[in-house]
């Protein structure tokens, strides 16, 4: 499968690199940031959830892009579109290495994930699935517009919010 490149103003969201891309991403998933979505991991599980990323992208048809900041060449993290199997709902998903965060690059990605979702893949509904305790991501959907729609328990992650997107 292609995965399609999409920029932005400051961003290009596209396939996720190993050559490029893992050393930053393994970082990433072994820091405590990591924390409400999977992590911390060693290098080997970071690996095996790159490979899960970019298999959703066969099996479901979308998926969460690497993002790289146009500027630098950098890689920023990833942002996207993910529903596994177990997973409450279809949901935009971000997450952004720690020398990028606080720089607005989440919200420019899931704005443009968003529109993705619903111009391109036609979803009647796109929501954020996130833990009770994740502060700065309850604050992003918020920013992003986004309504707290209910609380599930999650098999995988515990007590989530779900946060539904409004259409641009």
């Known amino acids: 499968m292609q995965i399609p490149v999409i920029e932005t103003e400051r961003l290009i969201m596209r396939e996720f690199r190993?050559?490029?891309?893992?050393?930053?991403?393994?970082?990433?998933?072994?820091?405590?940031?990591?924390?409400?979505?999977?992590?911390?991991l060693d290098r080997s599980s970071a690996w095996r959830a790159a490979a899960a990323m970019m298999g959703h992208w066969v099996i479901r048809?979308?998926?969460?892009?690497?993002?790289?900041?146009?500027?630098?060449?950098?890689f920023c993290g990833i942002v996207g579109l993910w529903f596994p199997e177990g997973w409450p709902e279809r949901e935009i998903t971000w997450g952004i290495v720690e020398q990028k965060q606080g720089l607005g690059i989440a919200a420019e990605a899931a704005v443009r994930a968003r529109s993705y979702a619903y111009e391109t893949l036609g979803w009647t509904s796109v929501y954020s699935c996130i833990s009770v305790d994740n502060?700065?991501?309850?604050?992003?959907?918020?920013?992003?517009?986004?309504?707290?729609?209910?609380?599930?328990?999650?098999?995988?992650?515990?007590?989530?919010?779900?946060?539904?997107?409004?259409?641009?």
């Not at 892009?65 to 630098?72: D, F, I, L, N």
């Not at 991501?137 to 946060?163: C, P, Q």
């Open 61 to 74: 048809g979308y998926g969460a892009w690497a993002v790289e900041e146009k500027s630098t060449g950098d």
């Open 18 to 40: 190993e050559e490029t891309d893992f050393e930053p991403y393994a970082q990433f998933y072994g820091s405590d940031l990591t924390r409400y979505y999977g992590g911390p």
């Open 135 to 168: 502060d700065p991501s309850i604050r992003l959907a918020e920013k992003l517009g986004a309504t707290l729609d209910r609380e599930v328990e999650s098999n995988v992650r515990g007590k989530v919010l779900i946060y539904l997107h409004a259409r641009d």
